[in-house]
């Protein structure tokens, strides 16, 4: 998993990042994160959870390989709303937002 493909990983750090990636999935089934999806198709999450340091797309990765339901249903709901699907290439290249979907970075 991308996630864990830093430098000097502890158990710990990939015990927070775990953690991290499941209160995003408690919090998107519960309405209080949305996905956004950006110009190029990129994805973003919008909302109050507590990321620890976990990128949008790291968690989107991990949520993906999950099968997250809730994932499922906020990307078709996102979809809808940006008249635009998801583009995948857009994720693997790394666009991301750190706000939110406001702003959009080619990847850094």
Not at 6 to 33: P, S
Request: glycine letters at 10%.
């Amino acid at each position: 998993m991308a996630c864990y493909t830093q430098q000097n990983l502890t158990a710990q750090r990939k015990a927070a990042i775990d953690e991290a990636v499941d209160r995003l999935e408690r919090a998107i089934a519960g309405g209080t994160v949305k996905a956004v999806i950006g110009a190029n198709g990129a994805i973003a999450f919008k909302g109050l959870w507590r990321a620890d340091g976990v990128a949008d797309t790291c968690a989107y990765r991990m949520l993906t390989a999950r099968n997250s339901t809730a994932l499922r249903m906020a990307i078709a709901r996102a979809e809808v709303t940006a008249g635009r699907k998801l583009n995948p290439a857009a994720v693997t290249s790394g666009t991301h937002s750190h706000d939110g979907g406001s702003s959009w970075h080619a990847g850094h």
